[in-house]
Each structure stands twice: as C-alpha cells, then as structure tokens.
C-alpha cells in the first residue's frame, strides 16, 4: 500500500498495521449492553451523541479492550450532541458506581461538577477526542498533535486551489475543544505565513453542531459566498454532510478535513475531496479503554512521565498537554487520497 504524507510539518502516515488494527434526547445504551444494572468492573464511555459514526467506531476500540481486560464496557450517549444531557448521563453512571468512566465532551467546561464528583466517588475519569478541562480529568487521549492537524489541514486547502481562494471552516459544536485547538492552529499558519496566504485567507467559520441537517444548510450557507473556494471540515459529520452538498450542486468547491473512508470514498472518488486526514477512531477507543484500566487499578494516576502497556498499541507515555493537564498521546494523523481510498473503505 502506498502512504503518502502531510505536507512542510512532516506528518508521519500511521502504519498499516496499526490502522488494520482497529478514525439532546434521552441517554441511549448500546444494546450489547443492556443488562449492565450494577457498577462493579463496568467501565462507561459518554459519546458526544450516540448516533454518530465516528462515535460508534471509536467505542469498537474501547469495547474491545475491556473485553481483552476483562470488564465490561458500556456504551452511553445522548441522541444529540448537548452537555446537559451527558451530564445527566455522568450523574446515573456515579449512581451506578461504575469502575471508571472515559467521555468525548460537549463542553470543556459545564462538565467539570458532575465529573469532579465522580472522581471524588473514587471513579477515575478520562477524556478522549475533545477533552474536558484538567480539572475534570486525570489524563486526555490525545489522537494526534493539534497542530500538525491544524496546520496540515489549512496547508491542504492551500494546495487544492494552488494558493488562489478563500477558505471555509466547518465545525462541529463551537464548544469542541478539539475543534477549536485545530482551527487555532489553522488561524496561525494563515497568520504567521502572511504572504503565502495572501490569496487564501480564513473567510468564515460555520458551526454544524455534529448534526448532519444543520452540517448540510451551513455548507449550503457557505456556498453562497463566491470567494470561499475549498472548504475544511474537521469533523466527520461535517465531511459527509459537505460532501453531499458540493457533489449535488456539482459545485467545484474543493473539500478537505477529517473523514471516515468508508463514508468520503465516494467523494474522493470523484474528486469533490481531493484528499482528506484522519487517525484510526478504533485505536482511539482502544487506548481510552487500557488507560482507565491502568487508572482504575492504580498502575498510573495521570502523572507526567508514567507510563504503561496499551495492549497491541505498545507502550504509552503520559505527557504534559497544551492546557496544563496531561495527555497520552495515540499518533499521527493519515492521509487518505484516489491511490488508496479504495482499499481502506472497506475497513471501516
């Protein structure tokens, strides 16, 4: 298979054989976990929103190292993207006196009372994807390096309309802090790289909200603007609303960001994504799983320089992150394009 890499900050494609290996209403339980009534050796994930693709990919991993642990894992999520309501769901999993309980936020910051109180029940707590504040957390997943994701993906854009058109970003919730530390790193390129940029500035940043109705007006919202000429969504959600819009308008907007291949593959196909990033979300869910237990078992409190196994994953560092708290980091984001979309669409 043929891997090619970011562009001037080096980004490393992740090894086929780690890819291989695994990218609002009520709270929702996985239905491979009904039944999981009492605490003891459950190990919760909080989705963003239960039905988002992404999500569900990354549980597989988390999933699968609970079950090689030997705990059970239980999926739990609201039906939209809110905070209010993973707060709900943090609230019944202290209840429930879960062992340990990892979550993708909806908000940095409006968790932080539920989850304190978890931790001080003596339930260690972990964040992946779009972290809650370290206060909220003994330690983050990162996936891959904020800014080599940031900058890689405005770079990206740059290469797609040869340095001539605006750029447009497409988010997920405004509250992502994930989303957010990415499009820094994009407004910084821009702005520490004046001249390149000169004819492909940031001209607006829209918020789909993870939810693919909102994701597709906004992109429709977009489009109305002639000087945007590619668009950036870093986020799966938005991709695939995206994509849908510009290849049914036929538009010859260009789209780039972070994708799942099973679900851009048409778009990559065609060329409306020349090409698009993303980490494995499997490996993602896999490492959240062996770090709670490392914490649950007390092998690592989320202090700089410890370390611990992640399964077939390896050995794992814990290291300072950028907002003073700790992280463990997965990897290098993957680049995806014509040449070998067609053999990773099936894998997930």
């Known amino acids: 298979m043929k891997f090619k890499k970011l562009t001037a900050l080096g980004i490393a494609a992740v090894s086929a054989a780690s890819l291989l ?55 739990k999520g609201p039906e939209a ?8 769901i943090i609230n019944q999993l202290v209840a429930q006196g879960v062992a340990g309980i990892a979550i993708t936020a909806n908000d940095q910051d409006a968790l932080q009372p539920a989850l304190t ?18 206060a909220s957390r003994k330690t983050h997943i990162q996936q891959a390096d904020p800014e080599k994701i940031g900058r890689g993906l ?64 906004e992109t429709q919202a977009l489009l109305q603007d002639s000087s945007i000429k590619v668009i950036i969504a870093p986020t799966t959600v938005g991709m695939l609303a995206a994509g849908k819009v510009l290849q049914d308008k036929k538009s010859e907007v260009k789209l780039t960001g ?15 994504c020349p090409w698009m990033y993303l980490w494995n979300p499997v490996d993602i869910g896999n490492l959240a799983g062996y770090t709670l237990d490392s914490l649950v078992k007390g092998e690592i409190s989320g202090a700089v320089g410890e370390t ?41």
């Open 154 to 217: 405005v770079q990206a854009a740059y290469e797609m309309v040869d340095g001539n058109g605006g750029i447009a970003i497409l988010s997920a919730t405004a509250q992502a802090t994930n989303q957010n530390l990415w499009i820094e790193w994009m407004q910084k390129e821009v702005e520490e790289n004046a001249d390149k940029y000169a004819n492909t500035p940031i001209v607006k940043i829209a918020y789909g909200d993870d939810d693919p109705t909102k994701s597709t007006s």
């Open 117 to 134: 109180e978890a931790m001080d029940a003596g339930i260690p707590v972990i964040s992946l994807d779009s972290s809650v504040n370290p």
């Open 81 to 88: 993207a809110t905070p209010e309501k993973q707060i709900e």
């Open 258 to 272: 972070l994708g799942l291949p099973s679900e851009m593959a048409p778009f990559i196909e065609d060329g409306t």
């Open 308 to 348: 611990f196994t992640a399964g077939e994953l390896g050995d794992k560092e814990v290291t300072e992150a950028a907002d003073g708290g700790t992280e463990v980091m997965l990897g290098d984001p993957f680049k995806f394009d014509s040449e070998n979309i067609g053999e990773w669409k099936e894998i997930y």
């Open 21 to 75: 290996a695994g990218c609002g209403g009520a709270a929702t339980e996985n239905a491979s976990n009904e039944g999981a009534s009492s605490g003891g050796g459950v190990y919760a994930f909080v989705a963003k929103d239960v039905q988002n693709p992404y999500m569900q990919k990354v549980y597989e991993g988390f999933e699968t190292a609970c079950k090689d642990i030997g705990v059970e894992p239980l999926y």
